[in-house]
């Protein structure tokens, strides 16, 4: 298991570094989803949900007390994206590779 994680490793570098004017986030992916088509997993995709970010929708001139209620709404809902997004994880890891939480 070693040795194969190594030689994806190793193919992943390779690839990596003899890539032209790519961006870093396009090869990133791409190493991605040829590390998965190396080891024989193919990754489902990410889910829009988990690529969402927050606002805390305060305003300029709010009572600091409503800006403080629309912050820790904002942060709560974020809280359980994360959470919603990590079970989605492990999941797929566990599904993908048998390993336990």
């Known amino acids: ?5 190594q030689s994806t490793l190793s193919v992943l570098l390779i690839a990596i570094s003899l890539t032209g ?9 791409d190493a991605a989803i ?5 080891a024989g997993v193919v990754l ?3 889910p829009d ?14 009572r600091l007390d409503v800006a ?7 942060l ?3 809280n359980a994206r994360t959470r919603r997004c990590a079970a989605w994880y492990n999941k797929v890891r566990t599904d993908t590779r ?3 939480e």
């Open 49 to 62: 949900d988990c690529a969402k970010t927050a606002r805390s929708g305060v305003r300029a001139g709010e």
């Open 1 to 5: 298991m070693r040795t194969t994680l």
């Open 44 to 46: 489902p995709i990410l």
């Open 21 to 29: 004017c790519v961006t870093a986030e396009k090869q990133a992916l």
């Open 98 to 100: 048998g390993v336990p």
């Open 76 to 78: 709560s809902r974020q």
């Open 68 to 74: 403080l209620i629309r912050t820790d709404q904002a």
């Open 34 to 38: 040829n590390a998965g088509q190396l």
